[in-house]
């Protein structure tokens, strides 16, 4: 008997500021696990920062950073395909071909053109104020992002969910037109656990978020770290006093990092009093630090010009374009671009 083909998975990350600790624990680490039982297939979604980033030298900075990132923590490129979405021009043509077949509709009622039409009409201004093709486009792009590939599973957010939903749908309108030539398959979204215990906290007790600015970057030098640990916020209890540590943020950001029994140990130091602030944010600094230092140094080697990551990154766009290429072939054909053969 033949096996079963290994599924695909497939994400994007889009580069729009220094990755987290929050991003570590909510997305990469999960997306790395899932590559244990998955074909997995990781990129960097710059041309979808485009859409909001309008600094050429960011842009290339959050693109590289990110990148070096998921190699630093431990992504494998020879186990999984990892590549910049803009060195893969088959997507783009490709783009054309699914907006032909998409309803102006569907993208109309897209969450995120949703939300900006509101805000500016809440605003008092026209309902289109500020909103340029791209975002319009934007759930097209991820579409094609998934469907050129021929993934199976889209590890997302909660806030990219409906995305996954439209390319299943477009990919359901190219089928029903085409299908006897050239079917897609029909990919599906799968959530992480980020609620309660997988949710970081920020620096102001909200979760850790670029939008609220109250992250801590993963790859910060100590001296910053320690200084970015220090501003956690904590009540006055003092030093004897029971505390509650399902309340605290310093402890909810041990809990993601420490071994369990250190975590364990700490919980119940904290229960019974005699285990300030002051000291707890010492603790949780050490554990950060040891866990991220030998990360930081891999990932600064990485972020150096014509390191090895541009290596990784080019072998990778080679593997996504024969995967991308193999698929536009038969897309072309089936709608009648090219002969048939
Ligand atoms: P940000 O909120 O900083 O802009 P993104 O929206 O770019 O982060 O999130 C990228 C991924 O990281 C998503 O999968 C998201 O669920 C995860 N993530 C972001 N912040 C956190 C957090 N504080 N805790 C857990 N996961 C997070
Ligand atoms: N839109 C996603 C985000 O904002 C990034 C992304 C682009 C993506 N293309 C994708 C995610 C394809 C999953 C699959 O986070």
């Known amino acids: 008997m033949s096996q079963p083909a290994t599924k695909v998975s497939l994400t994007g990350i889009k580069p729009t500021g220094e990755p987290h600790l929050g991003n570590l624990i909510g997305a990469i680490r999960p997306a790395l696990d899932l590559a244990e039982q998955y074909q997995s297939i990781y990129f960097i979604a710059d ?11 960011l842009l290339r900075h959050y693109s590289r950073a990110v990148a070096a990132t ?56 026209e309902p289109d104020t500020g909103v340029n093709m791209g975002l319009f486009n934007y759930p097209i792009l991820m579409a094609v992002d998934i469907l050129a590939m021929e993934s199976d599973v889209v590890p997302v957010g909660k806030d990219q969910v409906q995305h996954v939903e439209y390319a299943a749908d477009i990919a359901g309108s190219f089928n029903y037109l085409y299908g006897d030539r050239y079917s897609f398959t029909i990919p599906e979204a799968i959530i992480p656990d980020t609620e309660g215990a997988h949710t970081l ?17 993963l790859f910060l030098p100590e001296a910053q770290l ?25 402890f909810a950001i041990l809990s993601q990092f420490a071994p369990d029994d250190t975590v364990a140990e700490t919980r119940k130091r904290l229960e019974e009093g005699g285990l300030g602030w002051g000291e707890l944010k010492n603790q949780l600094f050490e554990v950060l630090n040891e866990r991220l230092a030998p990360l930081r140094e891999r990932y600064e080697t990485l972020m150096e010009p014509g390191s090895e990551l541009d290596d990784v990154l080019a072998d990778g766009a080679r593997r996504a374009r024969e995967r991308a290429g193999r698929v536009l072939r038969q897309v072309r054909t089936a709608v009648g671009i090219e002969p048939e053969r």
Request: glycine content about 6%; some cysteine.
């Open 226 to 250: 320690k200084k970015l640990v220090r501003k956690i916020p904590t009540d006055s209890t003092p030093v004897e006093a029971p505390k509650d540590p399902d309340s605290s943020s310093v």
């Open 70 to 125: 998921w190699l630093a923590v431990g992504l494998d490129p020879d186990r999984t395909i990892f590549y910049r979405q803009s060195d893969v021009p088959e997507i783009f043509e490709l783009t054309w071909i699914m907006a032909c077949v998409t309803g102006k509709g569907l993208m109309n009622r897209a969450h995120a053109y949703k939300a900006a039409r509101d805000r500016n009409v809440e605003a008092g201004e």
């Open 47 to 57: 041309y979808h920062a485009l859409t909001t980033e309008r600094e050429p030298e």
């Open 201 to 217: 906290p920020g620096l102001d007790g909200r979760k850790m978020s670029k939008s609220y600015g109250n992250t801590i970057p």
